[in-house]
């Protein structure tokens, strides 16, 4: 079975550092699309920085360009999302999801195929 976890969440003072993993198991790592989202309280859940394994194409939110930064380790099979100089703005549950199909078909599909359990991130002084 597909499995997606999340781990890195916790509190972090304003302009400070945090990253995120998310491994995947039980599916072709390289084969697979992954998106980091994240839903802020009363907010919708949004895409933040996406990768396809299969040739590294990336997809950003504008609100983080210049702050995170996304990688893949494909022998861990995990993906990392390196969040820096975070704002209070960031604060938010983080997602990582999984797809079988390359990154334009699975921005457009929602990533519809395999979601992790969320890890809380808090950035306050």
């Known amino acids: 079975e597909v499995q997606v976890v999340e781990s890195g969440g916790g509190l972090v003072q304003p302009g400070g550092s945090l990253t995120l993993s998310c491994t995947v198991s039980?599916?072709?790592?390289?084969?697979?699309?992954i998106g980091w989202f994240r839903q802020a309280p009363g907010k919708e859940r949004v895409p933040i920085f996406c990768?396809?394994?299969?040739?590294?194409?990336?997809h950003s939110a504008n609100s983080v360009k210049g702050r995170f930064t996304i990688s893949s380790d494909n022998a861990k099979h995990t993906v990392y999302l390196q969040m820096n100089s975070l704002k209070a703005d960031d604060t938010a549950v983080y997602y990582c999801?999984?797809?079988?199909?390359?990154?334009?078909?699975?921005?457009?599909?929602?990533?519809?195929?395999?979601w992790g359990q969320g890890t809380q991130v808090a950035v306050s002084s």
């Open positions: 039980g599916f072709t790592f390289d084969d697979l699309s």
């Open positions: 990768i396809g394994n299969g040739d590294g194409a990336t």
């Open positions: 999801a999984a797809d079988s199909t390359g990154l334009g078909s699975a921005l457009a599909g929602g990533f519809d195929d395999y």
